[in-house]
């Protein structure tokens, strides 16, 4: 945390092909080591399969992915007294939205498969059905915060 004072939101420019800024953020969620340029090639053979697949545009099958897996309410570790409490809270939309692209893409590669365009495609169409392990995820996020409820009085 900084001390003196918070620094200014950088906004990102959105990616060449599809010009949305949305897919620039999982672009860059999904290169590893600065291989910027693998993690295009990867995400974009994922979005032609997508869009040969759904005969739909890619770009909404993605949003729409990343909307179903968003989470609304997580739970967050509060000292009080000597005991620990998991307090829920709300999520606020741009944590929402990083919080479910790093889930997708975690589940993108616990999956089983041959190549890595394969996975995100699978990944990315099972959530934009509802199903998947970032749509899991984001369930169990919520039951959790359903069973903390009682200590929502705790909320900082």
Avoid at 41 to 49: C, L, S, T, V
Wanted: charged share 30%; net charge positive.
């Amino acid at each position: 945390m900084p001390r003196r004072r918070t620094p200014k939101k950088r906004t990102l420019t959105p990616d060449p092909v599809y010009d949305s800024r949305l897919v620039h953020t999982i672009v860059n969620h999904l290169m590893k080591e600065g291989k910027k340029s693998l993690a295009y090639k990867i995400f974009y053979d994922a979005m032609k399969q997508i869009g040969n697949t759904t005969q739909q545009d890619p770009v909404k099958v993605i949003e729409q992915a990343v909307r179903n897996a968003t989470p609304l309410v997580e739970v967050k570790a509060k000292r009080v007294g000597g005991s620990t409490y998991q307090v829920p809270l709300a999520v606020k939309t741009e944590r929402g939205t990083a919080l479910s692209i790093r889930w997708l893409l975690a589940s993108c590669r616990s999956r089983s498969g041959r190549s890595m365009i394969s996975k995100v495609t699978n990944e990315f169409l099972d959530a934009s059905k509802n199903m998947g392990n970032a749509i899991r995820k984001r369930d169990e996020v919520h039951r959790m915060a359903e069973a903390n409820k009682a200590f929502a009085k705790y909320r900082f």
